[in-house]
């Protein structure tokens, strides 16, 4: 899939967001860093003092204990929030016309819950792949590509998940369901 001249590409994992702009030609692109905010977290053992609670039963003598809260995990949340700020702000102030969204799937999943309407309608496309960590080159490359090392999942716009198998060769014709899915133009029954 191509990145349209001018397009943004947001990146996203539990440690850093990073939002780029396609300074290139869709054909060949060139990402430039726009934005970046990383965050460390520190161990859990460090940042949970207590150990987890203990509950017992109103009836009867049994006790049962609580889970000990996962503060990685709600670093991670509130990250993503932050970055649906940021896409937000960005895209109401007019900056971004096209957006790819790239990020690890559980932070996918927690930035389409805080999508504003207006960024929902600026996606062209999100893959569920972790590359926050990569170069832009590569980062580039597995957009265009659709893959790296591993499979990624590729959601087009707000359609169903679409594998990299649909998106390269097209999807089966054996397929029971008869669903139109658009990708960046074209169109394929799925």
Same mark, same amino acid.
């Given at each position: 899939?191509?990145?349209? #001249?001018?397009?943004?590409? @947001?990146?996203?994992?539990?440690?850093?967001?990073?939002?780029? $702009?396609? *300074?290139? +030609?869709?054909?060949?692109?060139?990402?430039?860093?726009?934005? !970046? /905010? &990383? /965050?460390?977290?520190?161990?859990? %053992?460090?940042?949970?003092?207590?150990?987890?609670?203990? *509950?017992?039963?109103?009836?009867?003598?049994? %006790?049962?204990?609580?889970?000990?809260?996962? @503060? !990685?995990?709600?670093? $991670?949340? &509130?990250?993503?929030?932050?970055? #649906?700020?940021?896409? %937000?702000?960005?895209?109401?102030?007019? $900056?971004?016309?096209?957006?790819?969204?790239?990020?690890?799937?559980? =932070? +996918?999943?927690? +930035? %389409?819950?805080?999508? !504003?309407?207006?960024?929902?309608?600026? =996606? /062209?496309?999100? =893959?569920?792949?972790?590359?926050?960590?990569?170069?832009?080159?590569?980062?580039? *490359?597995?957009?265009?590509?659709?893959?790296?090392?591993?499979?990624? #999942?590729?959601?087009?716009?707000?359609?169903?998940?679409?594998?990299? /198998?649909?998106? !390269?060769?097209?999807?089966?014709?054996?397929?029971?369901?008869?669903?139109?899915?658009?990708?960046?133009?074209?169109?394929?029954?799925?």
């Amino acid at each position: 899939m191509n990145i349209p #001249a001018g397009a943004y590409v @947001f990146v996203a994992d539990g440690r850093q967001l990073l939002l780029f $702009e396609n *300074t290139g +030609l869709a054909a060949d692109p060139k990402l430039e860093v726009k934005a !970046h /905010r &990383e /965050r460390a977290s520190v161990a859990t %053992r460090d940042q949970g003092a207590d150990r987890p609670g203990k *509950t017992q039963a109103r009836v009867g003598g049994a %006790r049962s204990a609580h889970e000990q809260t996962d @503060f !990685h995990r709600q670093d $991670e949340d &509130e990250l993503a929030a932050e970055g #649906a700020d940021m896409l %937000r702000r960005s895209v109401l102030a007019g $900056e971004v016309k096209a957006l790819i969204v790239v990020a690890a799937p559980r =932070i +996918l999943g927690q +930035l %389409r819950k805080r999508y !504003h309407g207006e960024v929902r309608s600026r =996606i /062209r496309a999100e =893959i569920a792949k972790e590359v926050a960590g990569r170069p832009a080159n590569e980062i580039a *490359t597995v957009v265009v590509n659709g893959r790296s090392c591993g499979r990624s #999942a590729i959601f087009v716009g707000q359609g169903r998940e679409i594998s990299r /198998r649909d998106v !390269h060769r097209g999807p089966s014709l054996r397929s029971p369901r008869r669903a139109a899915v658009q990708v960046l133009g074209r169109v394929w029954r799925a």
